[in-house]
């Protein structure tokens, strides 16, 4: 019921539901904790997590990475960093890749560029997200140069070829950094070298950037 009611979008229905249960388990909790993010309220999300871990409930890795998929949306720094630290006592980087990941990008959006590319760089099975959220974190910041770099490392070292999303994080890179010709070179040849054609969103965004430029 708690899941029809998120899905529906009726959170109210849904937290009133589950102030209900007597004892909630770690399966409710991300039920409504996910539902909360989905509808944009990062805020009541974490309050729903922080209630959990009150009641003694363990999180597991899915509500780990909902709960800093929150802290991302709010910049909820010090929520996140919490999060990070009951992760390392638990051991839990090495065991799912979406939790460092999901770090990676809380990091990044709470402004800690340098601690988004320490966790990167610890994560133990990168894929082909962990890389296009280092990637977007090199954007925000400015990193464009970077950002490129990035390319050529997630094949040398994780044997993992760019994606059609993974190009389009490092063109907004450029287009952030104001690199024209860059963002050009990568566009006219993502196909040859990547094996990735351009698609519409590809050439918007160099449109946006030449109309910087």
């Keep these: 019921l708690i899941r029809f009611y998120a899905a529906s979008k ?22 409504l904790i996910s539902g909360y993010v989905k ?16 009641r003694g409930v363990e999180p597991d890795e899915f509500c ?10 709010l910049g909820a720094l010090e929520q996140g960093k919490w999060i990070h630290e009951y992760i390392r006592r638990r051991n839990l980087m090495g065991s799912d890749t979406f939790i460092g990941t999901q770090l990676v990008d809380m990091y990044a959006k709470c402004g800690c ?15 082909k997200f962990s890389w296009a959220s280092m990637i977007g974190g090199f954007a925000a910041h400015g990193y464009a140069r970077k950002a490129i770099d990035c390319l050529e490392r997630m094949q040398a070292e994780d044997g993992i070829k760019p994606d059609g999303i993974v190009i389009l994080g490092v063109l907004a890179a450029c287009t952030h950094a104001g690199l024209p010709r860059e963002g050009q070179f990568l566009l006219n040849n993502m196909e040859t070298l990547y094996g990735v054609p351009p698609e519409h969103e590809h050439y918007s965004c160099i449109v946006d950037l030449l109309c910087r430029a």
């Design 39 to 54: 509808c944009g309220m990062a805020s009541e999300a974490l309050d729903v997590f922080r209630g959990m871990l009150l």
């Design 10 to 31: 009726s959170l109210v229905a849904a937290r009133q539901l589950f102030g209900e249960i007597t004892d909630s388990d770690v399966v409710q909790c991300n039920v």
């Design 113 to 127: 560029i340098d601690m988004a590319v320490e966790v990167f760089e610890s994560i133990p099975k990168r894929n």
């Design 64 to 73: 780990l990475t909902t709960g800093l998929t929150a802290c991302a949306k």
